[in-house]
């Protein structure tokens, strides 16, 4: 059976939200350590508004003229991965890229159920990428299997990652 990984960059106080007001560049070492983990993965889940932002970046990150070669690596990684985007209506438009499908699930019911049934299926690992929001309600599920958490040494004010036994979309 396949592995959901949740992989996430966060602070020491946990916050998940807005990386880019908090984190700064990512080096080419951890470049590198992640695209050891992006090595295993065949899928990545994603919500709207995560997707919409890897959307606007990894495309143009396969550029030569951009970053370094580990970062084009993953690149054409996220380019390859089949890229799930969960939404509970469905009526908002995404930004084209390769590999998508969107997914509407109404509750944690069906999504527990689909992911349940992606898990049984043949493939590699499966990257739970965020945002905060669907990575709190499969955890809350039961459903990660693996986390790897990136840590940055910082205390910032906005939103956590919180376990509880019970989380919405």
């Known amino acids: 059976m396949r592995k959901i990984v949740l992989q996430m960059m966060t602070t020491l106080n946990g916050r998940l939200d807005d990386p880019l007001a908090w984190m700064g560049t990512v080096g080419e070492d951890q470049y590198r350590a992640i695209d050891r983990l992006y090595a295993t993965y065949d899928t990545v889940l994603v919500g709207r508004v995560t997707y919409e932002e890897m959307a606007a970046y990894w495309p143009g990150a396969l550029s030569e003229d951009v970053g370094t070669e580990t970062n084009r690596k993953m690149a054409r990684r996220m380019n390859d991965y089949r890229k799930l985007v969960f939404s509970r209506s469905g009526s908002e438009m995404l930004t084209e890229w390769n590999n998508?499908?969107?997914?509407?699930?109404?509750?944690?019911?069906?999504?527990?159920?689909?992911?349940?049934?992606?898990?049984?299926?043949?493939?590699?690992?499966?990257?739970?990428?965020?945002?905060?929001?669907?990575?709190?309600?499969?955890?809350?599920?039961?459903?990660?299997?693996?986390?790897?958490?990136?840590?940055?040494?910082?205390?910032?004010?906005?939103?956590?990652?919180?376990?509880?036994?019970?989380?919405?979309?």
């Open 100 to 169: 998508v499908d969107q997914v509407v699930v109404a509750d944690d019911d069906a999504l527990a159920a689909y992911l349940l049934q992606l898990k049984a299926q043949p493939g590699g690992d499966i990257h739970l990428s965020g945002g905060a929001s669907l990575a709190r309600t499969v955890i809350g599920l039961g459903l990660v299997d693996t986390f790897h958490f990136f840590v940055y040494p910082r205390y910032v004010p906005g939103r956590r990652l919180v376990f509880r036994a019970s989380a919405t979309l």
